[in-house]
């Protein structure tokens, strides 16, 4: 005999433990089971791309660093290169190769906080997370050396980058460069075999190739999935490539794979550290642009493997100072399209765990 | 009632302080006095306990997590559950308009004493305990399911629909843990003859950590899960539920859910330390080390021990989905118990009245049947899966040089 | 490396395809009519050597006198892009046919611009705003929002 139910309507959000932000879902559950949900956005908006209509090129950087403020320095390079794209400018060496490592550091830092931030959403109870910081740490510590600041970084300037590292910022890199694999391993030993992981995220949250294709993922999550598609390697732009490097690549396209592919392209990311520390010429790091410039009326698409996924700016330039359209084409905000069809059926305690193996910021969603 | 009180020592004495105290017309009451006293003394000594044990949990945590917990009230923090608690009382009580009142008013008082009346059975020393059930362990597992309603009233009362799925899946996964944990206590009982927790303890010439480990296993895990800690702390999963059954809590009502949470911890170590560790006993082997510690202290100190193991494994692990839960107390720890019973009848049937030395072979027996059952479920598990990191491979593109 | 396919290649291979279609083509951007936004994108998923999978953003542009809609296609197939470009006349009810059947990545993105741009898709099964809330006044992104 059937007993009658009826489903109820929770709101998951904007403000929940773990939403990773201010976002809201409407979920309607069956029992535990979901049956829909309606992903409400826009509570971060700040109008990101109408204040760039409003700011030189060179001001907008520092916009750019509050779009996915845990990899500021991946965005600052997308932004960069989309408008020495449009104005013809020309970067030196060093500088793309100090673009170049810190980018990679901020990956890192960008993919520890992730995976922390997934393994909270599994209810561990902050240990792994607080080990993920204690690293990532580190890491903004290199960045206030070079820049002055940890989060909002605002490192790059169209034409190169503002300072060269200061002496002390190389040895510090090696040390780092040499304890880190230590911490990773130690943090793969404690939760990539742990049993409950395991079942919690095998299997759950499918996110078939031809669909996440078609729906226009990007980065870790459309790797996780069975492609072989990163922006590094398939369009590379800066020196990537000069850099010998692999692409860590999902087969069933479930949450463990996404959260995998993460902690293996942080290993992936301090190899092109190495390199980039092994190789970096001497030189100029910045080439003559004014603070006002005028790039010749036009567009210009620049996009790069930001740690989220495609990170693209496209910018159109009406002869002034400011650019007169910022488009900010933000991978988390695109990666969350296939959401509905990742949650329906799952359970509501899956629901966290997909939605935080997709790792998104809500600073890039909203913009 | 009476042949209990006398062989009561903490009872006899301060009746007598109480006979000599009072005249004579008013005898009757000292036997009211000195129970009052005694519960007096055993809720505020558990109380202390429990916020020690809040404390000790947040540094114990904070190690775990690479941080200091805290530190800045008091020495060494040590003051920190009394700031907690001046905190929740001075805070506003609210109740939301949809909440009933009756039921959101009863939940946490049930919860708190719930908690407390199962120390009544627990003995913390030879002579000195509330009182001597002879259904001791009955009592101990049915009592805390007082709390189950409570949940449930709080989690319904509210009027929350993520109080109400937290009440929904504590009333489910509790009452699926009730069974292993109680049939896990069977081989106890056949071994000690008797439910009275008094009996059990007398009756451990080796502590029954060694001669019952599959039961210790069971017994554990299903307490974990009737506190309601991680690994199934589901009906108050932060991370999906915002906080569960108490989402709607707020201020001493909160502290109440709060203390009777970490209050069961207390007590549950307690009986965990009666039952498998010789409770007020030293748990160690040569009897003449009884005399290191006071009972009281040597209860305390496996109390400790145990409290630390259940933080220990609320740092390590992550939470478990709502059907694995069950599928793990249905499919993996009830098989265990029944296996467990069984074996222990059958020895026990074997030698009705065991040597010291009959006792060392069936902790032999046991560990042997243990260690199979727990190669046996990992190999059926292994069969099923590979390596899971395999499912993720490194593609290599040559560089490109430009 | 990503190859750019030259706009004029690309252009007049859907010339040949949609004659009335392909207004005109830059470098690596072919302009078309909006009214066969959906038949060219579908064209340019199914013909084999161009195999535009992947929908890498639409973006829309206010050029005051006319607004302007930029597809960024993709093929992880191939590793080549190309730029569609579309222009629309007016200022208010300003539509144009949805893309979602042909890429499903469209779906927010449509509804993005339709929010900040007020360029309605018909023909999406959720045209709601999304990053301003029901009821806001205008579309931010316009350049006359609020007097400009």
């Given at each position: 005999?059937?007993?009658?139910?009826?489903?109820?309507?929770?709101?998951?959000?904007?403000?929940?433990?773990?939403?990773?932000?201010?976002?809201?879902?409407?979920?309607?559950?069956d029992?535990?089971?979901?049956?829909?949900?309606?992903?409400?956005?826009?509570?971060?908006?700040?109008?990101?791309?109408?204040?760039?209509?409003?700011?030189?090129?060179?001001?907008?950087?520092?916009?750019?660093?509050?779009?996915?403020?845990?990899?500021?320095?991946i965005?600052?390079?997308?932004?960069?290169?989309?408008?020495?794209?449009?104005?013809?400018?020309?970067?030196?060496?060093?500088?793309?190769?100090?673009?170049?490592?810190?980018?990679?550091?901020?990956?890192?830092?960008?993919?520890?906080?992730?995976?922390?931030?997934?393994?909270?959403?599994?209810?561990?109870?902050?240990?792994?997370?607080?080990?993920?910081?204690?690293?990532?740490?580190?890491?903004?510590?290199?960045?206030?050396?070079?820049?002055?600041?940890?989060?909002?970084?605002?490192?790059?300037?169209?034409?190169?980058?503002?300072?060269?590292?200061?002496?002390?910022?190389?040895?510090?890199?090696?040390?780092?460069?040499?304890?880190?694999?230590?911490?990773?391993?130690?943090?793969?030993r404690?939760?990539?075999?742990?049993?409950?992981?395991?079942?919690?995220?095998?299997?759950?949250g499918?996110l078939?190739?031809?669909?996440?294709?078609?729906?226009?993922?990007?980065?870790?999550?459309?790797?996780?999935?069975?492609?072989?598609?990163?922006?590094?390697?398939?369009?590379?732009?800066?020196?990537?490539?000069?850099?010998?490097?692999?692409?860590?690549?999902?087969?069933?396209?479930?949450?463990?794979?996404?959260?995998?592919?993460?902690?293996?392209?942080?290993?992936?990311?301090?190899?092109?550290?190495?390199?980039?520390?092994?190789?970096?010429?001497?030189?100029?790091?910045?080439?003559?642009?004014?603070?006002?410039?005028?790039?010749?009326?036009?567009?210009?698409?620049?996009?790069?493997?930001?740690?989220?996924?495609?990170?693209?700016?496209y910018l159109?330039?009406?002869?002034?100072?400011?650019?007169?359209?910022?488009?900010?084409r933000?991978?988390?905000?695109?990666?969350?399209?296939?959401?509905?069809?990742?949650?329906?059926?799952?359970?509501?305690?899956?629901?966290m765990?997909?939605?935080?193996?997709?790792?998104?910021?809500?600073?890039?969603?909203?913009? | 009632?009476?042949?209990?009180?006398?062989?009561?020592?903490?009872?006899?004495?301060?009746?007598?302080?109480?006979?000599?105290?009072?005249?004579?017309?008013?005898?009757?009451?000292?036997?009211?006095?000195?129970?009052?006293?005694?519960?007096?003394?055993?809720?505020?000594?558990?109380?202390?306990?429990?916020?020690?044990?809040?404390?000790?949990?947040?540094?114990?945590?904070?190690?775990?997590?690479?941080?200091?917990?805290?530190?800045?009230?008091?020495?060494?923090?040590?003051?920190q559950?009394?700031?907690?608690?001046?905190?929740?009382?001075?805070?506003?009580?609210?109740?939301?308009?949809?909440?009933?009142?009756?039921?959101?008013?009863?939940?946490?008082?049930?919860?708190?004493?719930?908690?407390?009346?199962?120390?009544?059975?627990?003995?913390?020393?030879?002579?000195?305990?509330?009182?001597?059930?002879?259904?001791?362990?009955?009592?101990?597992?049915?009592?805390?399911?007082?709390?189950?309603?409570?949940?449930?009233?709080?989690?319904?009362?509210?009027?929350?629909?993520?109080?109400?799925?937290?009440?929904?899946?504590?009333v489910?996964?509790?009452?699926?843990?009730?069974?292993?944990?109680?049939?896990?206590?069977?081989g106890?009982?056949?071994?000690?003859?008797?439910m009275?927790?008094?009996?059990?303890?007398?009756?451990?010439?080796?502590?029954?950590?060694?001669?019952?480990?599959?039961?210790?296993?069971?017994?554990?895990?299903?307490?974990?899960?009737?506190?309601?800690?991680?690994?199934?702390?589901?009906?108050?999963?932060?991370?999906?539920?915002?906080?569960?059954?108490?989402?709607?809590?707020?201020g001493?009502?909160?502290?109440?859910?709060?203390?009777?949470?970490?209050?069961?911890?207390?007590?549950?170590?307690?009986?965990?330390?009666?039952?498998?560790?010789?409770?007020?006993?030293?748990?160690?082997?040569?009897?003449?080390?009884?005399?290191?510690?006071?009972?009281q202290?040597?209860?305390?100190?496996?109390?400790?021990?145990?409290?630390?193991?259940?933080?220990?494994?609320?740092?390590?692990?992550?939470?478990?989905?709502?059907?694995?839960?069950?599928?793990?107390?249905?499919?993996?720890?009830?098989?265990?118990?029944?296996?467990?019973?069984f074996?222990?009848a059958?020895?026990?049937?074997?030698?009705?009245?065991?040597?010291?030395?009959?006792?060392?072979?069936?902790?032999?027996?046991?560990?042997?049947?243990a260690?199979?059952?727990?190669?046996?479920?990992?190999?059926s598990?292994?069969?099923?899966?590979?390596?899971?990191?395999?499912?993720?491979?490194?593609?290599?593109?040559?560089?490109?040089?430009? | 490396?990503?190859?750019?396919?030259?706009?004029?290649a690309?252009?007049?291979?859907?010339?040949?395809?949609?004659?009335?279609?392909?207004?005109?083509?830059?470098?690596?951007?072919?302009?078309v009519q909006?009214?066969?936004?959906?038949?060219?994108?579908?064209?340019?998923?199914?013909?084999?050597?161009?195999?535009?999978?992947?929908?890498?953003?639409?973006?829309?542009v206010?050029?005051?006198?006319?607004?302007?809609?930029?597809?960024?296609?993709?093929?992880?197939?191939h590793?080549?892009?190309?730029?569609?470009?579309?222009?629309?006349?007016?200022?208010?009810?300003?539509?144009?046919?949805?893309v979602?059947?042909?890429?499903?990545?469209?779906?927010?993105?449509?509804?993005?611009?339709?929010?900040?741009?007020?360029?309605?898709?018909?023909?999406?099964?959720?045209?709601?705003?999304?990053?301003?809330?029901?009821?806001?006044?205008?579309?931010?992104?316009?350049?006359?929002?609020?007097?400009?």
């Open positions: 005999m059937a007993l009658p139910s009826e489903s109820i309507t929770i709101n998951l959000g904007p403000q929940h433990p773990s939403t990773h932000g201010v976002f809201r879902i409407r979920v309607t559950l029992g535990e089971v979901i049956q829909d949900i309606e992903p409400i956005f826009g509570y971060l908006h700040r109008g990101t791309e109408k204040l760039a209509e409003e700011r030189t090129y060179t001001q907008i950087v520092t916009l750019t660093d509050r779009l996915d403020y845990t990899s500021s320095m965005n600052n390079q997308a932004y960069v290169m989309a408008t020495e794209k449009l104005a013809g400018l020309e970067v030196p060496e060093r500088a793309q190769y100090l673009r170049v490592l810190t980018a990679e550091l901020q990956r890192v830092a960008s993919h520890l906080m992730g995976i922390g931030f997934f393994l909270q959403d599994l209810g561990a109870m902050g240990t792994p997370l607080m080990y993920c910081f204690r690293e990532r740490e580190r890491i903004l510590d290199l960045f206030e050396m070079i820049c002055g600041a940890r989060v909002t970084v605002s490192y790059m300037r169209p034409g190169g980058v503002t300072q060269e590292p200061p002496p002390e910022f190389w040895p510090a890199l090696k040390e780092l460069l040499s304890e880190f694999p230590h911490y990773i391993d130690e943090l793969e404690l939760i990539l075999e742990n049993e409950i992981v395991v079942a919690r995220t095998k299997g759950v499918l078939p190739r031809e669909l996440a294709i078609d729906s226009s993922i990007s980065g870790p999550n459309l790797r996780a999935s069975g492609v072989a598609w990163d922006l590094r390697k398939a369009d590379p732009y800066d020196v990537y490539g000069r850099m010998d490097f692999d692409i860590p690549v999902g087969s069933n396209g479930d949450s463990y794979d996404r959260f995998l592919v993460r902690v293996m392209e942080i290993h992936q990311s301090l190899r092109i550290v190495e390199q980039c520390v092994q190789q970096i010429p001497d030189g100029p790091i910045r080439s003559e642009v004014p603070y006002f410039f005028r790039p010749p009326p036009g567009d210009a698409y620049a996009h790069v493997e930001a740690s989220k996924g495609e990170l693209g700016f159109v330039s009406d002869g002034g100072i400011a650019p007169y359209r910022c488009k900010i933000a991978p988390s905000f695109i990666n969350l399209t296939a959401l509905t069809e990742m949650l329906l059926g799952w359970k509501v305690a899956d629901l765990v997909i939605f935080g193996s997709l790792d998104v910021n809500m600073g890039e969603v909203d913009r | 009632m009476e042949s209990s009180f006398d062989k009561n020592a903490l009872f006899a004495n301060l009746n007598d302080i109480f006979l000599d105290l009072l005249p004579e017309s008013l005898s009757w009451m000292a036997y009211l006095g000195t129970g009052l006293t005694i519960i007096l003394i055993m809720v505020n000594a558990v109380l202390m306990l429990t916020a020690f044990g809040t404390y000790m949990e947040r540094r114990v945590l904070g190690r775990f997590q690479t941080r200091l917990g805290p530190n800045r009230v008091g020495p060494f923090g040590l003051l559950p009394l700031a907690d608690l001046l905190k929740l009382i001075t805070k506003e009580d609210l109740r939301p308009e949809s909440a009933d009142k009756i039921t959101f008013f009863l939940a946490p008082v049930l919860m708190v004493t719930s908690m407390l009346v199962v120390v009544a059975v627990v003995p913390f020393g030879k002579d000195s305990f509330l009182a001597d059930l002879n259904i001791g362990v009955l009592y101990l597992v049915g009592i805390p399911t007082i709390a189950t309603v409570s949940m449930f009233l709080g989690g319904w009362g509210s009027g929350n629909r993520f109080a109400l799925l937290g009440a929904a899946r504590a489910a996964m509790l009452i699926s843990y009730e069974v292993p944990m109680i049939v896990s206590l069977a106890i009982l056949i071994l000690a003859g008797s009275s927790l008094v009996d059990v303890v007398q009756a451990q010439q080796i502590p029954f950590i060694l001669l019952q480990p599959i039961a210790f296993f069971v017994f554990l895990v299903s307490a974990s899960a009737e506190m309601n800690r991680s690994p199934f702390d589901l009906m108050e999963a932060e991370s999906e539920l915002t906080a569960g059954f108490h989402t709607e809590f707020s001493m009502r909160f502290g109440l859910l709060q203390l009777a949470e970490f209050g069961e911890v207390v007590v549950t170590s307690a009986i965990l330390a009666t039952l498998f560790l010789r409770g007020w006993e030293n748990p160690f082997i040569p009897a003449d080390w009884q005399q290191v510690l006071p009972p202290l040597w209860l305390i100190g496996k109390m400790l021990f145990f409290m630390l193991i259940f933080t220990w494994i609320r740092a390590t692990l992550p939470r478990m989905r709502i059907d694995q839960v069950m599928a793990f107390a249905w499919k993996v720890l009830f098989p265990l118990a029944l296996i467990n019973m074996v222990t059958a020895l026990v049937v074997a030698w009705p009245d065991p040597t010291y030395t009959q006792l060392w072979i069936m902790v032999g027996v046991n560990w042997a049947v260690i199979g059952c727990l190669t046996g479920y990992t190999l598990r292994g069969r099923h899966r590979q390596k899971p990191t395999e499912s993720v491979r490194l593609v290599q593109i040559p560089a490109e040089v430009n | 490396m990503t190859t750019q396919l030259q706009g004029e690309v252009g007049q291979q859907l010339q040949g395809a949609f004659p009335d279609a392909v207004t005109s083509w830059g470098d690596g951007d072919v302009r909006p009214d066969s936004i959906v038949d060219i994108c579908r064209y340019l998923r199914d013909t084999p050597d161009l195999a535009m999978d992947y929908l890498s953003s639409i973006t829309g206010d050029y005051v006198e006319s607004f302007e809609v930029v597809y960024h296609l993709t093929s992880l197939t590793n080549h892009s190309v730029v569609l470009k579309t222009t629309l006349y007016g200022r208010d009810d300003v539509e144009l046919p949805s979602i059947n042909v890429w499903k990545g469209a779906d927010l993105q449509e509804r993005e611009v339709w929010d900040l741009m007020g360029i309605g898709f018909t023909g999406h099964p959720n045209m709601k705003r999304i990053l301003t809330w029901e009821g806001f006044p205008g579309h931010p992104l316009r350049k006359d929002h609020l007097g400009g």
